[in-house]
């Protein structure tokens, strides 16, 4: 019997590992160490380690600290995820009106 | 106990990234993705040994000891001075080791840098850390947080003088 391959986990774990990758990168981008980010935010190198491995699942408490330990906005933070999630470019309503 | 210095090894690293501390302390965890960083000569990193040469603690100099929000506040700026950050091995913690450990970095750090003063960056929750601190000789000179974390996050920045 065939079964169809539907698995929302997947796309779960996608998003997960962005979050985490995403966050990898803005830190080595400003050179710090996981010391430095995870001290600035108030949480463990071991906690944010398996963040940015995509292993746990950040609150957006946890999310605002991390940022505050990278010195960005949470804002920036998240349209960065977002543009790492989505690989199409993000063409704004009016210039899609316009073409 | 007499604590020595040495420059760290590759497994003392992983050693170190691999400990756990009890509550409250458990936001000292390690993880073997900072192993890397462990190494990096620019952060000085050493191992501390007890008589028998086992792995006590670690010391590091310099800029991997400073925060981040207290870079951006500028704290580190206002006198010249060698920042330490360190750690016990978890089960030597809470024994009324600590002062000697610390006593034990600073001589070193003033014999191999020669620093106008000593300074650390300890979390305000911490109050353990800070009672050892204060009794090798250190003063609490400011209280700072960052403004999106909230009161009970704060860092208090300390100095001593060499």
């Given at each position: 019997m065939k079964t169809l391959e539907i698995s929302p986990e997947r796309h779960a774990g996608d998003l997960l590992s962005t979050i985490g990758e995403t966050l990898r990168a803005e830190r080595n981008e400003r050179g710090l160490t996981l010391k430095q980010v995870a001290e600035g935010a108030h949480v463990s190198v071991s906690y944010l380690a398996e963040i940015e491995r995509g292993e746990k699942d950040p609150s957006s408490r946890v999310l605002e600290s991390i940022a505050s330990g990278l010195d960005v906005e949470v804002s920036e933070l998240l349209v960065r995820i977002a543009s790492a999630l989505e690989p199409a470019p993000v063409v704004p309503v009016t210039d899609s009106l316009a073409a | 106990m007499r604590f020595t210095l040495k420059q760290i090894t590759p497994s003392d690293a992983r050693a170190i990234s691999r400990w756990?501390?009890?509550?409250?302390?458990?936001?000292?965890?390690?993880?073997?993705?900072?192993?890397?960083?462990?190494?990096?000569?620019?952060?000085?990193?050493?191992?501390?040994?007890?008589?028998?040469?086992?792995?006590?603690?670690?010391?590091?100099?310099?800029?991997?000891?400073?925060?981040?929000?207290?870079?951006?506040?500028?704290?580190?700026?206002?006198?010249?001075?060698?920042?330490?950050?360190?750690?016990?091995?978890?089960?030597?913690?809470?024994?009324?080791?600590?002062?000697?450990?610390?006593?034990?970095?600073?001589?070193?750090?003033?014999?191999?840098?020669?620093?106008?003063?000593?300074?650390?960056t300890v979390a305000a929750f911490n109050r353990r850390a800070i009672r050892v601190y204060e009794r090798a000789g250190f003063e609490t000179v400011e209280t700072f947080g960052a403004p999106t974390l909230g009161a009970e996050k704060e860092w208090l920045l300390m100095r001593c003088g060499s």
């Amino acid at each position: 019997m065939k079964t169809l391959e539907i698995s929302p986990e997947r796309h779960a774990g996608d998003l997960l590992s962005t979050i985490g990758e995403t966050l990898r990168a803005e830190r080595n981008e400003r050179g710090l160490t996981l010391k430095q980010v995870a001290e600035g935010a108030h949480v463990s190198v071991s906690y944010l380690a398996e963040i940015e491995r995509g292993e746990k699942d950040p609150s957006s408490r946890v999310l605002e600290s991390i940022a505050s330990g990278l010195d960005v906005e949470v804002s920036e933070l998240l349209v960065r995820i977002a543009s790492a999630l989505e690989p199409a470019p993000v063409v704004p309503v009016t210039d899609s009106l316009a073409a | 106990m007499r604590f020595t210095l040495k420059q760290i090894t590759p497994s003392d690293a992983r050693a170190i990234s691999r400990w756990r501390y009890e509550e409250p302390y458990s936001i000292y965890d390690g993880d073997p993705a900072s192993v890397d960083s462990l190494l990096q000569p620019r952060f000085s990193y050493h191992s501390v040994y007890d008589e028998r040469g086992d792995l006590t603690g670690y010391f590091c100099f310099g800029e991997d000891a400073q925060v981040g929000a207290g870079k951006r506040l500028g704290v580190y700026e206002v006198e010249p001075a060698l920042d330490l950050g360190l750690g016990m091995r978890p089960d030597l913690t809470g024994k009324g080791l600590g002062e000697e450990f610390v006593r034990a970095g600073l001589r070193f750090a003033l014999e191999v840098y020669s620093p106008p003063a000593f300074r650390l960056t300890v979390a305000a929750f911490n109050r353990r850390a800070i009672r050892v601190y204060e009794r090798a000789g250190f003063e609490t000179v400011e209280t700072f947080g960052a403004p999106t974390l909230g009161a009970e996050k704060e860092w208090l920045l300390m100095r001593c003088g060499s």
